[in-house]
Every structure is written in C-alpha cells, then in structure tokens.
C-alpha cells in the first residue's frame, strides 16, 4: 500500500449494499497483498490475501482483485452489514527474503442502517 | 482474542519512567513483530525477530528495546520515551517470515 496522506479517506454504504475499498501500491516487485480489518479498540484481522499469479480470490462475502498493470488492489464486500464498519488496510510485500508488509494509511468503511 | 495476546492494554508513562511491553503468540508460530500505529501514519514495522534472533530493526530509536526470549513472547522495552512515542503498539506472529501475520489487540500508550 501507499500513504494517501494525513486524511482517512471514508466510505459510506447503505446497509445490504455492497462495498468497494480500492488500494494502490507502487512497488512493481511486490507479489503477495493481503487486507486487514480494524474494528475499534483492536489490533488489524486478517481477511484475505492474494498472490499475484492470481488476479483474483474470492472468500466469504469478500473478494479481492489485482490489477498488476495498474498497481491497484481491490477489495469487495458483498451485502454489507453493520458489523462490517471498521477501517480497511491493504498490505504488500515481496515474497523474498526481504519480506516485509508495506501498509497503507487505511479507508473507513461506515455502514448506514 | 486468545491468538496473540498484548499487556497492558493501556499505558500512560512520564518521559523518566520505563516500563516494557508484553506480547504472547499462542498460535505456534516462529516469526514475530512490533509495529507502531499512529493516528496519522500507515502501519510502521520497528522489529521483527525469526526463530527467537533479530532480523530486521527499522531504524528505531534505541529507547525502544526488544527482547524475543522465545518463540512465543515478545517484549518491547521502553526508557525515556518522548510525547511523539504516543501511540498504539501492536504485535503480530506468523508461521514463517514470509506467511499471513496475525496481530494482537494493542497497546495503547501514552507519554506525557
């Protein structure tokens, strides 16, 4: 990921709507992503990562998409409840013996009711 | 969250004190890491410890310490920290280097 500045950009979805969190990254070298959860008051939870001899990968009621040309990651949730409100990180790294996760600044995901 | 655990939650500190920070993996894993969370910064890697022996150190100021004793605990020792110290202090494990981190709830610290 990239820091996209001071400001936490939000998004706002209505309730049963489904979310779209985009990321982008700048290192071409980078081969593994993954995103992360952050309710308040709790460390990052792990939702789901992606290789990139993968464009995309789907779990439950989340997909991520990779777009290596473009550098950007994607990450959907689909049907989008209350409990889905929290803050979004993407994470990439090359998968060397440098590995190290390069996180973005975040985006705040608001679930309207 | 019984997979990493993190004492104290919270931390409030005079720049004179020292205190250390506590993190438990139960998860049996052999990678592990500090990173700083600061309200307006991405997520910052300060060290990370493979196999109990230190291998990365982001250029972190040495009144932060870190002790790895085993595989399982993380220790980040803190002495004659500064207000910009302020933040939450999170720890993670992973199987390898190179697997998925998990992380712990955090400690939120405060230097006054």
């Known amino acids: 990921g990239e820091s996209v500045g001071l400001h936490l950009p939000t998004l706002s979805v209505q309730e049963g709507d489904n979310s779209i969190i985009n990321c982008a990254y700048s290192?071409?070298?980078?081969?593994?992503f993954i995103w992360y959860k952050q309710e308040s008051g709790k460390g990052p939870q792990f939702i789901i990562d992606?290789?990139?001899?993968?464009d995309k990968r789907q779990g439950q009621r989340v997909t991520v998409l990779l777009n290596k040309t473009v550098k950007h990651l994607s990450l959907q949730i689909a049907a989008t409840q209350p409990g889905d409100s929290a803050v979004y990180f993407c994470?990439?790294?090359?998968?060397?013996?440098?590995?190290?996760?390069?996180f973005g600044s975040g985006t705040r995901l608001l679930v309207r009711p | 969250e019984t997979g990493v655990t993190q004492t104290p939650r919270h931390l409030v500190m005079g720049m004179t004190n020292k205190k250390s920070l506590k993190c438990e993996q139960h998860?049996?894993?052999?990678?592990m890491y500090w990173y700083k969370q600061s309200a307006k910064k991405p997520l910052e890697l300060m060290f990370v410890?493979?196999?109990?022996?230190?291998?990365e150190n982001n250029s972190v100021p040495s009144r932060f310490s870190p002790e790895c004793p085993n595989s399982s605990h993380l220790f980040l020792h803190l002495h004659t920290l500064q207000p910009e110290d302020s933040a939450l202090y999170l720890c993670?494990?992973?199987?390898?280097?190179?697997?998925?981190?998990?992380f712990g709830p955090g400690t939120r610290l405060t230097v006054l």
């Open positions: 994470a990439d790294a090359r998968m060397d013996s440098s590995y190290k996760l390069i």
């Open positions: 992606i290789r990139s001899n993968m």
């Open positions: 998860l049996g894993h052999n990678a």
């Open positions: 290192n071409s070298a980078s081969d593994y």
């Open positions: 993670a494990s992973s199987q390898e280097r190179v697997d998925t981190q998990y």
């Open positions: 410890y493979n196999f109990k022996e230190q291998t």
